[in-house]
């Protein structure tokens, strides 16, 4: 912590004197030294995440309007938020934005929260003015994950709370992609802004010429609404789209279409492990991105062998010198462990695996350098050959 780690977890705390759930309290360390202050959540395995780290700044709806319009600066040093090239993207990031327990996506002029703590939810009256102060956006929908809130005890909300009740899509574009997203949908706040560099890398890999001069064959499996996919057929490779939610590839067809791509995309509804069993080498880029199979970290090593799993029928389902791209976004599988679970999933396969990038979320979703759990998401690119 006094490197700026932003967590106090239960079994460091000695005693807490005086505060009761969602109060603002005081961190010290075991001389009595201020450390910083936070909310307070009894009963959560981190009842405090930090927020300041001096004693006197009030935590009010000016607090956090000063808090968002650096995030919404640290954007704009990015090139977001600026023309209507990439509308849709992360605002806050919690702990990477010093506002741990808040989570704000931007589609465009509606915005998605997330509360992630007691205390932060406490706050929302407070948060939700601030929000619209600095961005006058047109609604904002809260989508608090469940397990979150019933892991800090209280009950979240979901749907419209502030702004035009009739919202019931985010409309937004991203790198020149039109995307249009019903509220329905239930994965994080309804896209995965964290993935938008590696959708552009996809899509020049995807766009490189094959041997046989040819375009592309590309399988995107897990794909949710198809943004890897889609990506792809945007640089004229031909796309397998697969994913278990009939939802998600009914959206990411209308999506495909309305971007005039869908001649060069097929969305199937499909176990994308036995999709790969069956492809025998028939994709030059193979994409594999599946959900967070590690949660906690009591889930590591099951999730481990299961992303070995992943990794084995992805060299399966690529040709010799095409490309796999490996994923993970489970905080507790850091790169090494994802990079061994590659490397066993390709001796499985008898293949060679050659790591030739690396890459993690996106720059709208910074991490502090004291604070290596927020890295995240993290994935390889490698090239698969004969052994």
């Known amino acids: ?41 009894s009963g959560s395995a981190i009842p405090v995440r930090l927020l300041v780290r001096d004693e006197t700044t009030p935590i009010d ?45 931007r589609f465009g002029d509606v915005l998605a929260v ?14 939700l003015e601030a929000l619209g102060q600095v961005l006058q956006p047109r609604a904002i929908v809260d989508r608090t994950p469940s397990g979150s809130a019933k892991a ?3 009950v979240p909300a979901s749907g419209v709370v502030r702004g035009s009740v009739d ?14 997203i019903p509220l329905e949908i239930g994965q994080k706040t309804g896209f995965y802004f964290d993935q938008r560099e590696l959708r552009g890398r996809i899509e020049v890999l995807a766009g490189t010429p094959s041997a046989d001069a040819k375009p592309k064959r590309v399988l995107d499996a897990y794909s949710y609404v198809g943004a890897f996919g889609l990506a792809a057929a945007r640089a004229g490779a031909e796309v397998t789209s697969v994913d278990e939610s009939a939802l998600a ?37 193979t994409i594999v991105d599946p959900p967070r199979l590690a949660p906690t970290r009591s889930a590591r090593e099951q999730a481990l062998v299961m992303y070995s799993k992943l990794a084995e029928l ?28 590659l490397a066993t999933g390709a001796v499985r396969a008898n293949v060679s695996a050659l790591v030739v990038e ?20 993290k994935a390889l690119v490698a090239r698969i050959e004969p052994r």
């Not at 309007?65 to 919690?94: F, K, P």
């Not at 009914?250 to 097929?266: F, P, Q, S, Y």
Request: hydrophobic letters at 45%; one cysteine or more.
């Open 152 to 154: 800090e005890h209280f």
């Open 358 to 377: 690396r890459a993690f979320q996106g720059a709208d979703h910074p991490v502090p350098a004291a604070f290596g759990e927020g890295l995240y998401l």
């Open 249 to 285: 590839i009914e959206i990411g067809a209308e999506n495909a279409r309305a971007n005039g791509l869908i001649d060069r995309m097929r969305f199937e509804r499909a176990d994308a492990r036995r999709v790969m069993q069956d492809a025998h080498g028939a994709y030059d880029l």
């Open 314 to 341: 992805g060299c399966r389902a690529t040709k010799p010198g095409g490309l796999l791209v490996l994923c993970s976004c489970s905080a507790a599988v850091d790169l090494f462990a994802l990079t061994r679970a």
């Open 1 to 41: 912590m006094w490197a700026g780690h932003p967590w106090v977890y239960a079994q460091a705390i000695e005693r807490v004197e005086g505060a009761t759930r969602g109060d603002e309290v005081k961190v010290l360390d075991p001389r009595g030294n201020f450390l910083g202050r936070g909310f307070y959540s």
């Open 61 to 105: 709806t000016a607090f956090f309007r000063s808090r968002l319009e650096r995030a919404v600066a640290a954007r704009a040093q990015l090139g977001l938020g600026i023309g209507d090239e990439t509308t849709g993207y992360r605002l806050v990031h919690a702990e990477g934005d010093q506002l741990p327990g808040l989570i704000v996506d």
């Open 114 to 127: 997330q509360f992630l703590t007691f205390g932060m939810k406490e706050r929302e009256a407070m948060v």
């Open 167 to 180: 919202v019931n899509r985010f409309e937004f574009s991203e790198r020149g992609l039109r995307w249009s």
